[in-house]
């Protein structure tokens, strides 16, 4: 009898202990949802109190803002909340806001925008000046007679592939922002004749690409700008600005590069100093290490310190890359090729092993010396001869890093001859 009131006591505890948690979880439980409720009803309720709220057109918001207060035909916004500038452009309620007794506008939420490279009424004016003794054409922003309109460009279809092709638009079709140098810190470059055969302007206040290293640029990226020395506009891309955690990784590399030259240099040297080790395949080593060297000491200094360096400098370091990198590279297959030829069981070449192995060396240095020198050179006959057609593979070292400049001359004067 005692057993069964145990039992039975047991099971009420075990029944009042369940009942407890069931409670403690619904009282957790109803306040979470009472909150998710109302939440979701203070944001509809604003919603439909503010019907015209345009996400973006804020004090705060990144998107382009332009003070209207003194360009408005009144004050006073019309019946249906929307204000008029003189120019006859409409800011409906809610691309529109007022701050510190400001009137500011959002006119890219309403038509697309794009930037004109200077002043309202200033144009490129393109003069020969010369660096290092080469000459360019510099262009800088002045007042002149040439009319702007983003027209004077080709445009086409919004779709990326200009699959469309091209269409026509009405004459207030963009808005313009004027001013000059709004790239900032990081500067802007000019394309080159090429490059603007494969780039268009896009409908969308877009750019689209061909010819560089990527595809589409939005109208905060680059500028377009009317010239002394064309009918048509000019394009003129923001350098890329490098995010901090960007640039710790370039520094990183870079550090990690001038790190292990100590190491190759003591390579060198022991090859270099011991007597046994100056075979064949130790001379081939010594010249392999050199070419690295010399490539991380120019790579890594690139990458670990970001400085602003002259052009010269800049495109010299790059050549300097380019020619040490291939190099070592070369030197790196004849090694490989002298251990295929070794276990290979080829019959030796004639005559006494220490000549065969001169004769060898001979050829091996003739080819990993030979083969990047003579892409160098052509990469400098293509760099610096005038009369080379626009339309060439340039390297166009020091325009937009100390490297080439685009991904066709990459791969055509430094990837393709490592395959």
């Known amino acids: 009898m005692t057993k069964r009131v145990g039992r039975a006591s047991s099971f009420r505890d075990y029944s009042s202990i369940k009942g407890k948690r069931r409670m403690e979880v619904f009282c957790f439980v109803l306040p979470a949802v009472i909150l998710v409720i109302v939440t979701v009803c203070l944001l509809v309720s604003k919603r439909i109190a503010d019907p015209y709220h345009v996400p973006g057109c804020a004090k705060n918001s990144t998107e382009y803002k332009e003070k209207i ?22 800011y409906p309620r809610g691309y529109h806001y007022r701050s510190d007794g400001e009137i500011w506008g959002c006119p890219c939420l309403l038509k697309p925008c794009i930037n004109k490279c200077c002043g309202k009424h200033e144009a490129h004016f393109y003069e020969d ?12 922003c ?19 592939s200009l ?10 079709h963009f808005y313009v922002i004027s001013g000059d140098g709004y790239c900032g810190g990081p500067g802007m470059y000019t394309l080159s004749d090429s490059e603007r055969e494969g780039t268009h302007l896009l409908e969308n206040g877009g750019l689209y690409s061909s010819a560089l290293h990527k595809s589409y640029w939005n109208y905060t990226e680059f500028c377009v700008e009317s010239s002394n020395d064309s009918d048509s506009n000019h394009i003129m891309i923001c350098f890329e600005k490098v995010s901090e955690e960007l640039e710790w990784q370039f520094i990183v590399r870079g550090v990690g590069m001038l790190i292990s030259v100590p190491f190759l240099v003591i ?18 080593l010594k010249h392999y290490v050199s070419c690295l060297t010399v490539g991380f000491c120019s790579l890594g200094f690139l990458q670990a310190f970001v400085i602003q360096i002259p052009k010269l400098i800049c495109s010299t370091l790059g050549f300097v890359i380019q020619f040490s990198v291939l190099t070592s590279f070369f030197w790196l297959n004849v090694m490989c090729f002298d251990i295929w030829w070794v276990f290979s ?20 240095s003739l080819y990993a010396w030979g083969c990047p020198s003579v892409i160098l050179i ?41 395959a």
């Open 142 to 160: 002045k007042n002149h007679h040439v009319p702007f309109s983003p027209k004077k460009s080709e445009i086409y279809s919004a779709n990326h």
């Open 129 to 140: 000046v010369y660096y290092d003794g080469v000459p360019e054409k510099l262009a800088s």
């Open 345 to 364: 069981g080829l019959m030796p070449l004639r005559g006494s092993q220490q000549a065969a192995e001169e004769f060898k060396f001979l050829m091996y």
């Open 378 to 418: 052509i990469s400098l006959i293509m760099e610096y001869t005038p009369g080379i057609p626009e339309n060439a593979i340039k390297p166009e070292m020091g325009i937009s890093t100390c490297f080439f400049k685009g991904n066709d001359a990459k791969l055509l004067y430094f990837y393709l001859p490592i």
């Open 267 to 284: 390579t060198f040297l022991v090859y270099a100093t011991l007597p046994q080790l100056n075979n064949l395949h130790g001379k081939s």
């Open 69 to 90: 207060t003194g360009y408005l035909v009144t004050d006073k916004p019309f019946a249906n909340g929307s204000l008029m500038t003189a120019d006859g452009m409409i």
């Open 163 to 172: 699959k469309q092709g091209k269409v026509d638009v009405e004459d207030n």
